[in-house]
């Protein structure tokens, strides 16, 4: 800093895709600060430095940072107004430096930090990686080879996904398109990797003209009988490195499209002068959200294979409990190997989440070898209260993601009024019609309602958009409080989370989550045909996710007869779905945790 002249340094949680998770080598924030959260911000300036993150990695953050002279900001409004809350607070004069890479950086996060920042005195300087001269033996990129997703599961080959891309780049008028988002590039050539944990992705750009392709990725990495095969199609493997030159090569008079929302600020300030830049939704981020009527079906495929692993796992855990050693980490472990001995299993989709009791309430937790709750002894339980299990895997054949929470021992009154309000909220915001094209967040107030009636929330959003064998966080639909816009709109095919949660600080945490298909349906259940002259197509939700919700939680007086009746209905899905599928124990455990309830 000192030899450039910078007061302080901004290190983003961010690579030059604006990755969820991020590949070793964009690893700096944590790297220099020990905190290990999958999101958050390090400024370091002279005499202080800060993370700053939001309300999921508090209590953790704390933890982390503690000794390490690293201050903890909590950060609840925009990102940029709080750094530069933060920098007006530095000793010194104007003006000051603030460097960060742009090449990591998102171009309206960066739009954003320089206006927040000069009107605090400060100047923003991107040009340069701060870490490049302090991280010697910072990673390399990653070396898992590329391969192609294959037909059954990839549904649409690769040409036809093109030409709908290029349709819309001449309906812009571009002449070319910059893809750099790694689940859109994925999803555009139908290939996979493993240069990210838990998506399967690889680290690449795509520029994409009317008649070619140039894919941009780390030599090696293609295999040879793929390399030519793409490019038959018009595909040509280049070097990883050889992008940004590229890019900055467009011949005057071209017209690039991009996604401003999905680009780096160096990528946009690469662009020559002589190009003209369109700005707008890349094509295939809306493609790839509505899932076709063959992949639907083989996400159904993929969901029944993952509601029998919890199968044959659940019925294990209740019959290990008390008998047997379990902890935290026994469970992420016994619930990966059942999900392992599935067909078309590749890996897990995230983290497990496994939060016994006060775990439970960190939404983000994971339990590690260093520190993690213990459930059971081989002589009994070591505490009564409740597990909430979220995990998920990726199939070749789609993404899942699923919460549950059992009780170990008898849940409380209190307990089970707030394992009944968020279950009350899951099956409210599940049974909803809405007219196609509503605004995904306009649905959010929904599953909160049962909740706000008793005075409760959760901090999270509702519900998150999900990929075919993609990333399991997708957009652009987001069921939550963000402010909406025209992209977020529900459209058939569509993958959704519902998930609303309670959480209560060192006591337990409930969130009961399925996905979701939009399917069109009628307005209302006594209309017989689907949409009406005045209203148009109306849109529900098919319920994906299939494993028995426990009805031990449940305080029955709290409970409509239509949520009865749905969860009932629910039940005796799962149970036919699985019943071919599951036998022995795994069958015993499904048909006592489907019978139905009633009050």
Known sequence: MAAQGWQAVLVPSSDPHLSEYLPERWQGRQWLSGFTGSAGTLVVATQQAALFA???YWEQGASELQGSGIDLVKMEGAPAAAY?????????????VLATDG??????????????????????????????????ERPSLPTPPVFAHLPPHAATSRQDKLHGVRQRMQALGASHHWVATLDDLAWLLNLRGA??????????????????????????????????????????????????????QLPAGSCLLIDP?????????????????????????????????????????AMARD????????????????????????????????????????????????????????????????????????????????????????????????????????PSAAQKRDFTLVLKGTIGLSRTRFPKGTLAPMLDAIARAPMWAHGMDFGHGTGHGVGYFLNVHEGPQSISKAVPDAHMAMLPGMVTSIEPGLYRPGQWGIRIE??????????????????????????????????????????????????????????????????????????????????????
């Not at 750009?205 to 793929?226: C, E, I, R, T, Y």
């Not at 929302?261 to 981020?285: D, F, H, M």
Request: hydrophobic share 45%.
């Open 307 to 410: 509601g029998a692993a919890m199968c044959a796992f659940y019925a294990w855990l209740e019959q290990a409990l008390g008998r047997t050693a379990i902890s935290e980490l026994t469970i992420d472990h016994r619930l990966t190997a059942e999900r392992q001995k599935q067909a078309d299993y590749v890996s897990l989709s995230f983290p497990t989440i496994a939060g016994f009791n006060a775990n439970g309430a960190l939404p983000h937790y994971r339990a590690t070898p260093q520190a993690h709750a213990q459930i059971s002894t081989p002589t009994g339980l070591t505490a009564e209260g409740l597990l909430l299990i979220d995990s998920g895997a990726q199939y070749l054949g789609g993404t899942t993601d699923i919460t549950r929470v059992w009780p170990i021992g008898t």
């Open 514 to 599: 399925n996905l979701v298909l939009n399917v069109k349906v009628p307005p209302t259940v006594a209309d017989a045909a689907p949409g009406t002259p005045e209203h148009g197509d109306y849109l529900g939700f098919e319920t994906l996710s299939l494993c028995p919700i426990d009805t031990r939680c449940i305080e029955l007086g709290l409970m409509s007869e239509e949520d009865l009746a749905w969860l009932n209905a629910y039940h005796a899905e799962v149970r036919r779905r699985f019943t071919p599928l599951v036998s022995g124990d795994a069958l015993a455990w499904l048909t006592a945790r489907t019978q139905p309830v009633a009050r």
């Open 195 to 248: 240069d990210v944990d838990y998506n399967p992705v690889f680290l690449g750009h795509a520029l994409v003209g009317l008649s070619d392709v140039q894919l941009f990725v780390s030599p090696g990495k293609v295999p040879a009988a793929l390399s030519q095969e793409l490019a038959s199609q018009g595909v040509v493997v280049r070097a990883y490195d050889e992008a940004m030159p590229a890019l900055r």
């Open 84 to 96: 530069a809350k933060w920098l007006q607070a530095l000793p010194g004069d104007a003006p000051r």
């Open 103 to 136: 090449a990591v950086l998102g171009l309206a996060q960066t739009q954003a930090l320089r206006t927040a920042i000069e009107a605090q005195g400060w100047q923003l300087t991107t040009a340069a990686d701060p870490l490049a001269a302090i991280w010697p």
């Open 261 to 301: 929302k999905r680009i780096t600020w160096g990528l946009r300030e690469a662009v020559p002068e002589g190009v003209k830049v369109v700005e707008a939704l890349n094509p295939s981020t809306l493609a790839k959200a509505c899932k076709t009527d063959a992949e639907a079906a083989f996400i159904r495929e």
């Open 54 to 56: 939001d309300s999921r």
